[in-house]
């Protein structure tokens, strides 16, 4: 096996879906050959983080550090260019499979603790196509006897099937922006409105020359109750919706994304904010035996 280990195919009807043992990662997704999702080769190291699940914090951890019941809580530097932990701890364990069959797989992995993380937890995930596309479950238990703070992130890069990305419109229901340090993107300061700047997407604006790397917060749910973002031209592309509880959105644009000709978009659900293990902001606190729930999803537009 590669470095992403087995390659569990999932499909109903015309659908179809390739997740990854290693990191239990989202690495195809298609509908009748075309592809709303970019994608990556199964013997390649997942590029850009695609595909990753970020528990139990998505994003940056400034420093690697984090306080904890009065203590300076120091984790693992996994991004030394900048200096910080970024991603959780899940994105390269080989994670069981748990059930395979038809258009479901569900795959679980279990952390005992590790170095700044003093808490053993349980998470699984289960993705789920259908007629109306791709669904991912989260889940997260706490094997601990104290409280547990965390958060989840995914990454998916969403492809608007055979629409160049620069030739659509991004559209966030994202209300406030997050401002950053240039250097080492962690926060500078509390989240501000976009309202009258160039960073506000919520009617939706064209993605071509925009380069973002930027956390939008305030996402609020449609009359569905869900959180839509969409990346579309005249009605055509992919949406990534999510539950109310991912009230954040990483966007990330690059025209690095191997084997892609033109650019990718990174539109990322997340539970909380970057730094949010320093900030507090939007952390789930999970009592010992508890378990927490949570979904988004793909869905193609066809206008």
Known sequence: MGPTGQQLEIE??????????????LRAFAVAGVPYLETF??????????????????????????????????????????????????????????????????????????????????????????????????????????EMPFGVGTH??????????????LRLAGATVLPVDPETLVPTGKPVPVDGTDLDFRVGAPLRGVELDTAFGGCLPAGDGLVHHTVTREGRGVEVWAEPVFGWVQVFTTGDFPGKDGRAVAVEPM?????????GTDLIVLAPGQTWTGRWGIRPLHG
């Open 156 to 169: 998916p890069y969403p492809r608007p099937g055979g629409i160049d990305v620069d030739d659509c419109e």
């Open 41 to 146: 080769g199964e013997e390649d190291t997942p590029p850009l983080g695609a595909g990753g699940v970020l528990v139990p914090w998505p994003n940056r951890v400034a420093g690697g550090t984090w306080p904890y019941a009065g203590v300076t809580e120091q984790l693992e530097v996994t991004e030394p260019a900048r200096g910080n932990a970024i991603h959780g701890l899940v994105r390269r364990e080989e994670w069981t499979v748990v059930e395979h069959a038809g258009a479901d797989v569900t795959l679980e992995v279990e952390i005992a603790g590790r170095q700044g993380w003093p808490f053993p937890f349980r998470t699984a995930i289960t993705y789920t196509v259908g007629d109306d596309g791709l669904t991912v479950t989260h889940t997260v238990r706490n094997l601990g006897d104290e």
């Open 271 to 279: 539970t909380c904010p970057p730094d949010a293990l320093n900030s």
């Open 12 to 25: 109903h009807g015309d659908a179809r879906a390739t997740v990854t043992s290693v990191g239990a990662s």
